[in-house]
């Protein structure tokens, strides 16, 4: 189960940040690292600050978006700050989110996802999220070094896991109920969109009301079975033809 879950590090700047998130991973028992253009890697500092870790290090795979780190996960989780003007689900304590994502992560890839060190993920990074999670901290001083919010997550979902009755390392089972991926998701939004548009709903692409829909939807937590019938309705719609 734990190796279903996959940290994701987004433009990292500082090297030694990466080692010290990979120390921080193996204590909570996840290995699966995942670097999005990172500014300087491979790297000592790296090696040198993970202390144990160099595995997870050099075992990080490296890409360049963070569309494709996440493409295949059914739940992705942004830590940052609480974004009003994206109205996805919102996890305000850290154990909430961890319980949902060990609980998905039984069958299917999840990621947890950190973004840079000083200004963490951009609006268009965190619409690739189904979830944000923030760390409740001191609103005099909520500053978090990167590890060091690696490590609090990793924490949690640690006990989530640990908390588990079938807690044990198993070969994951098929559900009936499982989640599309963030791929699957994202072909579904696409094709709403022009089906939105063919039919006149809306003129032209309107970033907000697509936010809306993608939140509206996220919340929703179709399965895969229901997003193909949700394709399927669309290509109904598509196939009919005009009034005269």
Not at 20 to 46: H, W, Y
Not at 153 to 175: C, H, N, T
Request: aromatic share 6%; hydrophobic share 40%.
């Amino acid at each position: 189960m734990l190796s279903n879950i996959r940290i994701v590090l987004v433009q990292t700047y500082h090297p030694g940040n990466i080692g010290a998130s990979a120390r921080a991973m193996k204590t909570m028992g996840l290995e699966n690292l995942l670097l999005v253009n990172p500014r300087c890697f491979p790297d000592p500092e790296a090696s040198r600050l993970a202390a144990g870790a160099e595995d997870v290090v050099a075992n990080a795979r490296v890409v360049t978006s963070l569309a494709e780190a996440v493409g295949d996960c059914v739940q992705v989780v942004g830590a940052s700050a609480r974004l009003r003007s994206l109205p996805l689900p919102h996890f305000d304590e850290p154990a909430d989110m961890a319980e949902t994502l060990v609980a998905n992560a039984s069958d299917d890839p999840v990621a947890l996802v950190f973004g840079r060190e000083r200004f963490g993920l951009t609006n268009d990074e965190i619409r690739h999220c189904s979830h944000q999670v923030s760390i409740p901290a001191n609103p005099d001083y909520g500053i978090l070094n990167l590890s060091q919010a690696v490590q609090v997550l990793a924490y949690e979902v640690f006990r989530a896991w640990r908390q588990r009755p079938d807690s044990g390392f198993r070969a994951p089972r098929p559900s009936p109920e499982r989640q599309p991926t963030r791929e699957q998701l994202g072909h579904f939004h696409d094709h709403l969109s022009r089906v939105m548009q063919a039919s006149g709903f809306i003129t032209q692409p309107h970033a907000r009301t697509e936010d809306q829909l993608q939140a509206l939807f996220a919340r929703a937590r179709p399965s895969r079975k229901e997003l193909s019938l949700l394709r399927g309705l669309l290509s109904a719609l598509e196939e009919r033809p005009d009034d005269t």
